[in-house]
């Protein structure tokens, strides 16, 4: 008996700091998919969006897996970066692009950017995908360790998206399923929040792929939201009476968030319309009317949003499992109960204490970096965060230069969190920005 899609999932949410969802992603068996947008309102949610209906109108069904994966990301980069380059209002948006497609067990992907495949098998998650990000390569390179690059402020720099240029090299693969495994795609909004080992544990510990879809959301919120967060699930198994959808798009679940579907396919058009005299399909599907999900908002999200046509929403929020720490048996005496309070407090005070001196401490440091939107940074502090997510840096100064102009092994030497004075770094950018200019 062949392997199936037996379960499945998805969910997005807007975080806590964004007013806005630039993912967007696609559920519709044998293809899954994830878009993290990059450009701004209205340029990084068009472009993630058009990566996602890129599966409409450009797959070959009678092309391998990887090839198909492969033609979509190409065709979706060509329509975004044109689109970027004839319309200001989009100039620089990109989105990432992962995908799979599951056939007779085998689970094909397609990869562009700093969204994320991951596989549990057996109690253990793996990742699949190698994201094309700044802070990789310095791992790669052996400049800073895994650890670090957990939590290293340019984490969400990449170096490869759809879009920026006019093509783009995907990263292709196939792997083979087991009865039982849970795949993941999911937006770095998950996993700049969530540890690697905790994404496991939710997902362990919920009762439904849908549950965990929720609950890594929750978890995610919870530890501050600061990005969109989008996540997409589906279980591998051996049972004849949940066979996968049809290979047809024709039913396809998908998620945005407050984005027009008209706006979407006027893109594209203005896209495709000028180039040999081609136009988007007009009958190309997107489901736009998302169902707020009850859980994660009870558990602290700021909005999720979903498409699931007919779907039961009448769980209770309050079941959702959570990872909570257990008091061991011996910390149950009453003396535990009665000291508890005053040494936690103590602690409190002590951990407060130390995260301000570190905080004071760092600011006769700078460093350079990128912000949010890439351009190079000069940041005040320690490349750091403290106890209670303090971070012991603030940004200074925001050039002109986008990192990506840089040449590589400069913006290597000149992102490496060295941290110097006030006046090298001050001259370092501005000397960047006398040479390079804003490209």
Sequence with gaps: MSLQIVERAGATDVGRHRSTNEDSYLESPPVFAVAD??????????????AVEAFASNRDPDAPPEEQLAAVARAANRSIHRLAQEDESRAGMGTTFTAVMVDDGEVATGHVGDSRL?????GA??????????????????KISPES????????????????????????????????????????????MVPEQQLAAVLQGSSSLQDGA????????????????????????QDSAA????????????????????????????????????????????????????RARAAGATEVRRI????????????????????EHGARRRGFARRGPIVGLLALLC???????????????????????????????????????????????????????????????????????????????RQLERTRGAG
């Design 214 to 237: 929720d609950a890594l959301i929750a978890a995610a919120n919870e530890r501050g939201g600061k990005d969109n967060i989008t996540v997409v699930l589906f279980r591998l198994g």
């Design 149 to 192: 690059a957990e939590n290293h402020p340019q984490r969400a720099i990449i170096t490869r998206a759809l879009g920026p240029e006019p093509d783009v090299k995907v990263d292709t693969f196939t792997s083979r399923g087991r009865d039982g495994d849970v795949y993941l795609l999911c937006s770095d909004g998950l996993t700049a």
């Design 118 to 122: 991951y596989r549990l098998r057996d």
């Design 37 to 50: 947008g990059m450009g701004g309102a209205r340029a990084g949610e068009v472009a993630s969006r058009m």
């Design 351 to 429: 951990v407060a204490a130390l995260g301000a001196g570190l905080y004071v401490g760092s600011r006769q440091f700078y460093f350079l970096g990128t912000d949010e939107r890439g351009l190079v940074t000069l940041y005040r502090g320690v490349p750091y965060s403290a106890p209670f997510g303090v971070e012991l840096y603030t940004e200074e100064h925001t050039s002109t230069v986008p990192a990506r102009n840089v040449p590589r092994l400069q913006r290597e030497a000149v992102l490496d969190h060295q941290l110097r004075g006030r006046g090298d770094a001050v001259d370092l950018v």
């Design 243 to 294: 066979a996968a959808a049809p290979d047809t798009l024709s039913g396809q679940e998908t998620g945005v968030d407050q984005i027009d579907a008209g706006e979407v396919r006027a893109a594209m058009a203005a896209a495709e319309g000028r180039s040999a005299g081609a136009h988007a399909n007009p009958g190309a599907t997107a489901v736009i009317d998302p169902v707020t999900a009850s």
């Design 308 to 327: 699931r046509p007919g779907a039961d929403r009448d769980h209770d929020p309050a079941e959702t499992p959570r990872g909570r720490p257990v008091l």
């Design 125 to 142: 998650l793996e990742r699949l995908t190698t994201d094309h990000s700044l802070v990789e390569e310095l791992v790669a390179g052996g």
